[in-house]
């Protein structure tokens, strides 16, 4: 890549100090890109498109396109309709919202007025994982004063356009992330992930048109607008553009989350922008976009970029760009064993594969690691994956089975080595 | 009209019915556990998998894209469904694990993952011999297990309420019994809680499943997790006989049925009928059990000195009975017929009175405003209302009663619980003589100078019309002195009576009533009387009225049995409830 990354300068967590505060937010060109919007030459449709055009995928792990699912909302009908704000954000290795909640929370708010407004809706809820307690309490704040400013609330800008802006926090459970089932928990239900079709956009909050977007996802929508949607496709890799919160934990020098364009070299990631491995430990592997990823070989990562196509060749996904790097001194057994023990404990119980096989597979991982374990329960494992990936309501039995059905394939030597001779065959 | 083709086979259907109950519909199967016709489909079991596709259509003209066989070209969708939640589209192709591998062993996947953490305790499970995971594990399930690390544990004997038992290892989270206290009853008493494989019903901290309609929830648990706190342990499903009835504890003629075991009724369950109750049934109707086999009336009794009632001889009976009516005149007699006695048993009273020269006919209506819930509890506390005063039964007030009461000598009580229920203090039977022919040994009886056991509605097939004015009828489910199981056809075998011995022979000689049916008493009476009164069966019986009152014109059993109940004409549901 010829792309002098440290030229790269941050607009979705700019460095500006107090950017959270409104006033400073609105001396730096802040709720601009809404007054646009909202001003007569734009209407909705026009929004969208230009939204669709830029060709923001999703940040919260599958990648699509935004403004194409905006544009599956159904005509307006006179009821309500809403925008869900998924902020959430509980996958282990993921933790980039929080810093837009804390640094530029009001680039998000006018992300989601501006969606709002191209679809439509009465009302938005962003939900904020109940962890994120100051920042549920900034959020609250930061809503506040946007409605004292007339940017929220009835007859925004004198456009006509009313719109209300809620915040929910979560109370610990990684299920409410998955956006219908967070739905449910903001009709205040337990979290259980709903059966599609019918889809959110058909019947979503309250039974009504709704639209689920990540914090990330929606806070490039005002660059959008100011900048065109040319400016993003520009930016980055050119199935997958836009600047990027790459989050980057593990054995590195400078873990963090950092603003970039997609598709950066996974190594230069490391190395450069992440400082290095510590300790000048060897690079063993790397989960590329959150515990569910399939984890990939520190010693295939060459030309591998952080973007779906280029991801999706070396056997992996982009997720939620939430990178774990693992030095050579890591168990991948128990590493592993701890990835199947949080989606056990995750599952919300709701349907049948995901409830009995997560916590199979985090049974039988123990029993490896504790030296227990016969060969024949590697095949077994796999099994159990093809038992659970696509066969329930909602993805997170894939996202257990993905880290168990790659890990093993990709690190089988260190697995078999912790494994017994099996005394008898499979059943 | 549009079209499915299912295993090959091609069906026709009409709306939009959901996959599953199309299959189930037209007598195929598809194993399921969460899925239930009165409720939402969570499809949260995964059994139900099929693999579906649909015809491939050309954009613009709309016709089926045919491939070089000339055969349609399906696309398949690439994941198995869920057959509960499909919608069948027009051309839709499905393969149900008769016809496709993958169907079939996807079914096993899950059934396997279903057991893993089952407790496996189908010996002492009460669900044992009517589980659906034990017959669809026997079905479709793996053969052994691989499962060898520990099972999760969980809450054992909880009690949810006062009637339903929960042990949360083996439920399998099916959420029936949630789903049904949220769009059934109403109460919403029952939440899943925990996570995961964690997870088990149970009610808010510190309160109750006290639900009215709580026991369905044990009838629609697929598995042993909910169990009824009064049932648990006391019967095998596999040694009780079960007989269709109607419930007789209100007036919404609930179908339901009857389980016997050596001539004790254990339980009640409800009995699908889209007419009346579909799958439900009250818990306290449920409660009328003990009441077929506990402080029964066996062999007449008659008052000696003062209250003293002694047993005597079923000749005796009759032949004080006799006495009695023909030392005073017709016009001197009352007699009382029960909206809580059949149409049959009401009509053979009537037909002999009014031969022997009674003109009035009462009844005193057992209505308690406010009990109903416009649901299956009805303000109507008898189940015959309708049927009573279809045959000419007069409603009589209480203060009517009691002075008409006053002048009468000798009065005839079918079985009313009067003054169990306050209509008539036992002070007011004291001057006449009252002959009450009773199922049941209550204060009425106690009150009364002349006992008749008679047959109750688990001991004999008649009739009674509900609050809608529906006839539905019994048929006997227990054995009386003088009936036998082998010889009435009518009544239900079961294993043991089909595959039993002699010297097995299981029946209880000592859960035999000495009763009679009110007609075939009448037929004694008549005699006696020398009456030209004959009734034969209850059947028969039925056919007779059917002809000479106009309400019941083509009634007959064989009716009510092939319609399910018939709804007559010329009873209006306000008719009742005034
Ligand atoms: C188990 C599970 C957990 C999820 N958690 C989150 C989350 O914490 N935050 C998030 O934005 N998306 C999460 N998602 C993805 C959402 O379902 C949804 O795709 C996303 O919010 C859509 O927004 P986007 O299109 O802007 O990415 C999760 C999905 C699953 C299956
Ligand atoms: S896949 Fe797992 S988390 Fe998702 S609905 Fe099913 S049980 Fe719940
Ligand atoms: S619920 Fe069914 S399978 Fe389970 S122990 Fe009881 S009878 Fe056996
Ligand atoms: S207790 Fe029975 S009905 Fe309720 S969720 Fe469990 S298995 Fe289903
Ligand atoms: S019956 Fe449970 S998923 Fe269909």
Known sequence: MSFDWKSYTPVIIPDIPNLHEIDVYTNNGGYESLKKVLSNDWDPEKVINEVKAANIRGRGGAGFNAGLKWSFMPKPDGGPRYLACNGD??????????????????????????????????????????????????????????????????????????????????????????????????????????????????????????????????????????????????????????????????????????????GMPILTLIEEVAGGMRNGKKLKGIIPGGSSTPILRGDALEGVNMDADSLREAGSMMGTAGMIVMDEDTDMVEMLWRISHFYHHESCGQCTPCREGTGWLEKILLKIRNGDGEIRDLELLIDLCSQMEGRTICALADAAAWPVRYTIDRFRDEFEARCKKSTYALA | MPEIFIDGERYEFEGKPKLLQFILDNGKEVPFFCYHPEMSAPANCRQCYVKVGTPVQNRETGEYELDENGERVIRWFPKMQTSCSMEMTDGMVVHTQETSEEVARAQKDTMELILINHPLDCPICDQAGECPLQIQTYKYGPEGSRFEVKKVHKPKRVELGPRVTLDAERCINCTRCVRFTEEISGTHQLTISSRGDKNYPITAPGMEFDDPYSLNTVDICPVGALTSTDFRFKARVWEMNQTPSIDITGGKGTNVDLWTRDNLVLRLTPRYNKNVNTHWMPDEARQAYRKFNENRISRPSIKADGDNQIKTSWNNAIETFAEKLESVKPADVMVLGSAHASVEENYSLMKLFSTWGVNDFHFSPDVKDGFGDNFLLTDDQAPNTNGVKALGFNEISTDDLKTAIKSAKVIVLLNDELVDRGVLGSEDLEKPFVISLATNETETSKSTDLVIPITCIAEHAASYVNVEGRIQRSLPAKETKYTHRKMDLEMSEGRLDRYGTNFDNWVNEDNKIDCTPTWELMNNLAKRLGLSVQFGSSREIMDEIASSVSTFEGVSFERMDDENGIQLTGITKEEVSA
């Open chain 1, 89 to 262: 954000e509980s996958e282990p290795g993921t933790f980039k919202d929080r810093k837009i909640f804390e640094y530029n929370p009001h680039l998000f708010i006018e992300g989601a007025l501006i969606a709002a407004y191209a679809m439509q809706c009465s009302a938005i809820y962003v939900y904020i994982r109940g962890e994120y307690y100051s920042w549920i309490k900034m959020m609250e704040k930061a809503l506040k004063d946007a409605y004292d400013k007339g940017f929220i609330g009835k007859n925004i800008l004198g456009s006509g356009f009313d719109v209300e802006f809620h915040v929910t926090g979560g109370a610990g459970a990684y299920i409410c992330g998955e956006e219908t089932s967070m739905l449910e928990s903001l009709e205040g239900k337990r979290g259980y992930p709903r059966v599609k079709p019918p889809f959110p956009a058909q019947k979503g909050l309250w039974g009504r048109p709704t639209t689920i977007n990540n914090i990330e996802t929606l806070s490039c929508v005002p660059l959008v607008i100011k900048n065109g949607a040319d400016w993003f496709t520009g930016i980055g890799a050119e199935t997958h553009p836009g600047p990027v919160l790459y989050g980057i934990s593990g054995h590195v020098n400078r873990p963090g989350v950092y603003e970039l364009p997609t």
